[in-house]
Structures are given as structure tokens and as C-alpha cells.
């Protein structure tokens, strides 16, 4: 079965700074997707990036990248110039779109990223 | 469009009381997904549609937990009778093909007193 591993349940970076949140996941499909999410405190799931699994160029939306690792099944998330706004949740993904399990979305536990101004 | 569309936001009742979820996913999305979101098992997927058919009700809890989904813009997630383990947040998510355009609701947070 699959699973996702989110190591640090706390975080905190000084703003304006840099941090990146770990993940690493557990499988033996070579086709599948990862994902972070944001929840701040409006609960809202908020899709921050995502990795396509057979792409081996690192997905980069605006401050946020990533660093996949396909070999290491490692998918860590970095935010550049942090922002207030980014203090919340984050979730590690892993998801599939084959077999029975299309779109069924495998969490990790989350990281608690605190700003400081 | 306007989003995945949970309600209630918000549900208190009592133990031993129904308690029904709705969502509406967004329109030409052929999944929807309901998740359960708690401290202790943080989220975790409780059934799946596809074209309104269930397709993995594997993570229903127990057979206090039903959900349908009677036509393509309309699901209902029931707790009969509902318990204070059940207190929880309960989103809602739909997508195009599995994983494409995958969209959260707001989520219902309940509490079971």
C-alpha cells in the first residue's frame, strides 16, 4: 500500500526567508502524481503544486518549487521570500489515475509552518 | 463555477441523531470524493463516485456511514445514528478523469455532543 511520510509536524521560518518541507512516500507504481497542499485556518484545501511523476523537471509555481527525487521517493516543497500569508497546514500527496484508485489521494500527516515577522 | 459546494458549513447534534452532508461538485467533473479529516488520523478517503456510481466505499468507518449520489451535480454523506467518535471535518472534492481539476469543498466541520 502507499503511504506518505511527513517528517516534521512543525516548522518555522523568519519572513522574507526561505524553508522547505519534507516529504518522502512509499510505492511500487512508476505512473503517479504528488501534490502539496495548503489548509490555513479557513480549512480551505488549497492546491499549492503538483508533480507529475514521469516529468523530471521540478514544478515551480512563483515562490514555490519543489525538489522530486523519483529514485529517493522524496517530493519536498520550497518556499521562497515567505510571506505571512503562508503561515498554515501543508499536506503531501500521492495520488494515481489508473487501476482502482483514480484520484483516490493518499495524505500525509502535515507540517504546521508558523511565519515570523 | 462556483466551486465545490458544501453545506452545512457548520453541524451540531446530538448523539444518536441522523446527520446528513451534501455537496455539489463542479459541473462536467465525472469524480467526487469524500474525505474524513480528524487530529488523530489527519485526512482520509471514505468513498468515491464515478460517473454517480460508487466505485470504493472501503473507507466508510461502519454501517452507520451511507452516501449517494443520486444524479452528476448532487451527493449526500448520512450518519444514522451519529456518535461523538464521528466529530470531524467532512470535505467534499471532485475532478475531471481521476485526477485532473481536483477541487476541494469548504468542508463541514461536525461535532457530535
Known amino acids: 500500500a502507499q503511504t506518505v511520510t511527513q517528517s516534521q509536524p512543525e516548522m518555522s521560518v523568519q519572513e522574507a526567508e526561505t524553508v522547505t518541507l519534507s516529504c518522502t512516500y512509499d510505492?511500487?507504481?512508476?505512473?503517479?502524481?504528488l501534490f502539496w497542499y495548503k489548509q490555513p485556518p479557513s480549512r480551505q484545501m488549497i492546491l499549492v503544486i503538483r508533480?507529475?511523476?514521469?516529468?523530471?523537471q521540478n514544478a515551480t509555481e512563483n515562490r514555490f518549487s519543489v525538489n522530486f527525487q523519483k529514485a529517493a521517493k522524496s517530493f519536498s516543497l520550497k518556499i521562497s521570500d515567505s510571506q505571512l500569508g503562508d503561515a498554515a497546514m501543508y499536506f503531501c500527496?500521492?495520488?494515481?489515475?489508473?487501476?482502482?484508485?483514480?484520484?483516490?489521494?493518499?495524505f500525509g500527516k502535515g507540517t504546521k509552518l508558523s511565519v515570523k515577522p | 463555477d462556483a466551486g465545490v459546494i458544501q453545506s452545512p458549513r457548520h453541524e451540531v447534534t446530538e448523539m444518536g441523531q441522523e446527520v446528513t452532508l451534501r455537496c455539489k461538485p463542479i459541473?462536467?467533473?465525472?469524480?467526487l470524493f469524500w474525505y474524513r479529516q480528524t487530529m488523530m488520523r489527519g485526512l482520509e478517503l471514505l468513498i468515491y463516485?464515478?460517473?454517480?456510481?460508487?466505485?470504493?466505499d472501503s473507507g466508510m468507518p461502519e454501517d452507520r456511514f451511507s452516501a449517494k449520489m443520486p444524479n452528476a451535480s448532487f451527493s449526500t454523506l448520512k450518519i444514522q445514528p451519529s456518535e461523538p467518535r464521528d466529530s470531524a471535518v467532512y470535505f467534499c472534492?471532485?475532478?475531471?478523469?481521476?485526477?485532473?481539476?481536483?477541487?476541494f469543498g469548504s468542508g463541514t466541520r461536525l461535532t457530535v455532543v
Open positions: 508533480q507529475e511523476a514521469y516529468k523530471q
Open positions: 459541473s462536467g467533473h465525472d469524480y
Open positions: 472534492a471532485s475532478s475531471f478523469g481521476g485526477i485532473y481539476g481536483y477541487t
Open positions: 500527496a500521492y495520488g494515481t489515475n489508473y487501476g482502482g484508485s483514480q484520484g483516490n489521494l493518499i
Open positions: 510505492t511500487s507504481e512508476s505512473d503517479y502524481y
Open positions: 463516485f464515478n460517473n454517480n456510481v460508487p466505485i470504493d
